[in-house]
T-cell receptor, first 113, second 114 residues
């Protein structure tokens, strides 16, 4: 049981380049999330998807787009990368209801130069 | 409005001594509360969770936390620290019925002295 798998693990981009972070979960969860983690700021929600076919903005959505391709997959796209998007990105999933555990991927370290 | 405050950004204890990581929350409704641990360059792992059952919650690796509604606290404790406990710890609030408003504390870095 792989849980939440995200790729790539490491990526270096030049300013203005685009890229997509991929995330897949094999737990049949309805809800999926993308967070970014910056030093001293905990995790901040970028976008989430409460169920297949729906997406909503979180706390810091600017500069990002998402796609809930199917129930398993939730991708995060940076259309024109900026140095401020240098961060560690975590994908997560849960059943969405209160009390249900949130499961996290291993993280993707992104550097924009 | 919901919020979560981890009262210490860094805690340092000696191996074999007790650990206390403090978390206070604010929520309009009965929330679910979680503690997650993150080891360097790793993802987040669930330590324990409170979901309106027993107020004293036992988790993995000897950790436990007590939900105190009157104090709006959910402090994490362990009787005896081990070197492998050195990590970042996050308190998380998941308010009732809102998948979008999962709120993370800013984290507490736990260091263990030999």
């Amino acid at each position: 049981n792989a849980g939440v798998t995200q790729t790539p693990k490491f990526q270096v981009l030049k300013t203005g380049q685009s890229m997509t972070l991929q995330c897949a979960q094999d737990m049949n969860h309805n809800s999926m999330y993308w967070y970014r983690q910056d030093p001293g700021m905990g995790l901040r929600l970028i976008y989430y998807s409460a169920s297949e076919g729906t997406t909503d903005k979180g706390e810091v959505p600017n500069g990002y787009n998402v796609s809930r391709l199917n129930k398993r997959e939730f991708s995060l796209r940076l259309e024109s990368a900026a140095p401020s998007q240098t961060s560690v990105y975590f994908c997560a999933s849960s059943e969405g209801d209160t009390g249900n555990t949130i499961y996290f991927g291993e993280g993707s370290w992104l550097t924009v130069v | 409005a919901q919020s979560v405050t981890q009262l210490d950004s860094h805690v340092s204890v000696s191996e074999g001594t007790p650990v206390l990581l403090r978390c206070n929350y604010s929520s309009s409704y009965s929330p679910s509360l979680f503690w997650y641990v993150q080891h360097p360059n790793k993802g987040l792992q669930l330590l324990l969770k409170y979901t309106s059952a027993a107020t004293l919650v036992k988790g993995i690796n000897g950790f436990e936390a007590e939900f105190k509604k009157s104090e709006t606290s959910f402090h994490l404790t362990k009787p005896s620290a081990h070197m492998s406990d050195a990590a970042e710890y996050f308190c998380v609030v998941k308010p009732y019925s809102s998948a979008s408003k999962i709120i993370f504390g800013s984290g507490t870095r736990l260091s263990i002295r030999p």
